[in-house]
């Protein structure tokens, strides 16, 4: 039988300010309280895995471990059709260590304007979820959001690549958008929308 989040408490297997913040978010109806775990002192796992969903799962079950509390872990991306699927899974490298992600949509853009002829700028986010229990279940969900890419960023809302990415049918990027629109669109929030409908509003009220 999965724990339920009885005591209402959960580690945001996370050391990214904004990623945090998205998910307690996202969470807030739960009234379920939250914890990150770079407020934890946890340290963070190298992410060893090719996927999105595996790294998200090392991430969570590292965090659960280590708290002995249930944790839920995101690993997301950006995925550029022209450029092979990158950055993917390593979107948070090509920040650099300072995580500075102007430098991360400068290097997305400068690898579409080496490529010849009329080039696609179709992209999609994806969020892997996982929360793990420190008996070491672990459950995974995993959404997905279409778009394509601007150049200049526009906004500064949101995080990450955020000022670049155009979804389909808007007209204003994510870094342009109130965060409410977003949370009711985001690959976060469809990945989040499966893990309710998975746990049932019992496991979280």
Request: proline share 7%; glycine share 10%.
């Amino acid at each position: 039988m999965m724990e339920r989040l009885a005591d209402k408490r959960l580690v945001i297997a996370s050391h990214n300010p904004g990623k945090v913040r998205e998910i307690e978010e996202l969470l807030v109806p739960f009234g379920i309280r939250v914890v990150s775990a770079s407020a934890l002192g946890l340290p963070e796992p190298e992410e060893t895995g090719n996927s999105f969903i595996a790294n998200a799962q090392l991430k969570a079950l590292a965090a659960a471990s280590a708290s002995r509390l249930p944790a839920l872990a995101d690993d997301s991306g950006l995925v550029v059709l022209a450029l092979n699927g990158d950055p993917g899974i390593y979107s948070a490298r090509w920040a650099g260590p300072d995580k500075d992600f102007a430098l991360a949509m400068d290097k997305v853009q400068a690898g579409l304007s080496r490529l010849p002829g009329s080039v696609s700028r179709e992209a999609y986010f994806v969020c892997a979820l996982a929360l793990a229990f420190p008996h070491g279940e672990v459950l995974v969900f995993e959404g997905r959001v279409d778009g394509e890419l601007v150049w200049p960023p526009r906004g500064n809302l949101g995080f990450g690549y955020d000022p670049m990415f155009l979804p389909d049918g808007e007209s204003e990027t994510f870094g342009e958008m109130d965060p409410a629109r977003k949370h009711a669109m985001s690959h976060r929030a469809r990945a989040f929308a499966q893990l309710v409908e998975r746990l049932g509003d019992d496991a979280l009220a």
